[in-house]
Nanobody, 128 residues
Framework: QVQLVESGGGSVQSGGSLRLSCVAS????????MAWFRQAPGKEREGVAA???????????VYADSVKGRFTISKDNANDTLYLQMNDLRPEDTAMYFCAASTWSSMKPFGETEYNYWGQGTQVTVSS
């Protein structure tokens, strides 16, 4: 059974940094796309960053406008681990962050229904 397990969340002050990790375990298939989503209290889940992770791809990335220039998504194929480096964190980045993976190619990197594997989430809290 495939599992995605996130870690690295925590509490930081505004301007600080965190690096989230998502480890895929089990009989992992070839994930065509992997992404980070987040959900703040009282808000809908939103896509933050996505990565074309197919083994034959060029690793294209896409970011939500709100995190461009501050967040970086990357993947360590040797360890089947997805990362999200978050710099210059702001209070509005406070949310539960989820890792997601898809076993098919999609033109909607931030479409929740495009992903068939999800982690349980890791909390990020940014204080002003």
């Amino acid at each position: 059974q495939v599992q995605l397990v996130e870690s690295g969340g925590g509490s930081v002050q505004s301007g600080g940094s965190l690096r989230l990790s998502c480890v895929a375990s089990g009989n992992t298939p070839n994930f065509y796309c992997m992404a980070w989503f987040r959900q703040a209290p009282g808000k809908e889940r939103e896509g933050v960053a996505a990565l074309d992770s197919d083994i034959h791809s060029d690793g294209r990335t896409v970011y939500a406008d709100s995190v461009k220039g501050r967040f970086t998504i990357s993947k360590d194929n040797a360890n089947d681990t997805l990362y999200l480096q978050m710099n210059d964190l702001r209070p509005e980045d406070t949310a539960m962050y989820f890792c997601a993976a898809s076993t098919w190619s999609s033109m909607k990197p931030f479409g929740e229904t495009e992903y068939n594997y999800w982690g349980q989430g890791t909390q990020v809290t940014v204080s002003s």
